[in-house]
């Protein structure tokens, strides 16, 4: 059984994957901010699944997270790197930095953790 690693996976696209891979039978490892929505979608799933409650901008929670996998879970087959944020619609010439480093740190640096 392949695992699938969804991040973003408590709300739009990350959750229909999350239900999708789950009608296919797939192992699931489910990361998210929202610890109540990740608790609920739980719920409704009929395959191995492994929680990660957490934000994957912060690369040091990521990384340990990773490094302490169940065994059935530490061989990831497929990554749905789903995590994004999108913040401060305004012309670039207006906007906040701090919303940028935000996205980006979501948008792109959380992909390689």
């Known amino acids: 059984m392949e695992t699938i690693f969804i991040t973003g ?12 891979f ?3 039978g797939f192992r699931l490892i489910l990361c998210g901010r929202k610890k109540e929505r990740l608790e609920e979608i739980k ?3 009929t395959v ?3 929680i990660l409650n957490l934000d994957i901008r912060n690369y040091v929670n990521l990384k340990e997270a990773l490094s302490t996998l169940p065994n059935d879970f530490s061989k990831i087959d497929v990554l749905v790197n789903n995590a994004g944020v ?26 390689i953790g």
Request: aromatic content about 10%; overall charge negative; charged content about 15%.
């Open 48 to 50: 191995p699944y492994h």
């Open 22 to 24: 789950n009608q296919k």
């Open 9 to 20: 996976a408590t709300s739009g696209i990350g959750l229909a994957t999350v239900y999708k």
């Open 86 to 111: 999108a913040l401060g619609f305004i012309s670039a010439y207006e906007a906040n930095l701090e919303d940028w480093d935000t996205m980006i740190d979501t948008n792109i640096k959380g992909l």
């Open 43 to 45: 719920n409704n799933l």
